[in-house]
């Protein structure tokens, strides 16, 4: 009879922890992921943001202007080489090209364009002999 009670009791606590366990699982996926869980297809290396976003020809570019503002900082992933998070890239390379680019104020002026010379076809044009006879 004994035995028959703690089994019983045992099967009681088996049932009330697996329970729980159902419960934190709904949690979990109800729950939004950790923003600072990065997604691996958001990063970029560090050559692809300076040679590819930028133009540079090589990486030392990245760590001469580490300290810029704006300038997107480096995350490690699991102890292996440093990360950048693409979207940090792209908004500095936009940023960068707003400051070079500034829209206007007001209304935009439509550009007069310069009157071209037009080509001749053909022989030129004999010119006029001054004082001549």
């Known amino acids: 009879m004994r035995n028959e009670i703690s089994l019983d009791h045992i099967d009681r ?21 950790d923003p600072a869980y990065v997604q691996p297809a958001e990063l970029c290396t560090i050559d692809e943001f300076v040679m590819g976003m930028l133009g540079f020809r090589s990486r030392v570019s990245y760590y001469n202007h580490i300290n810029q ?52 076809v053909g022989r030129p044009v004999k010119a006029a002999v001054r004082g001549g006879t």
Do not use: H, T
């Open 13 to 33: 606590q088996l049932q009330r922890v697996l329970a729980e366990l159902a419960a934190l699982r709904e949690q979990l996926a109800s729950q939004s992921p």
């Open 69 to 120: 503002p704006g300038w997107p900082q480096r995350i490690v992933v699991g102890g292996k080489r440093p990360m950048l998070k693409r979207a940090d890239g792209e908004a500095y390379v936009k940023a960068q090209a707003d400051l070079a680019n500034p829209m206007p104020a007001g209304q935009p002026k439509l550009l007069r364009q310069k009157p071209s010379k037009k080509r001749r």
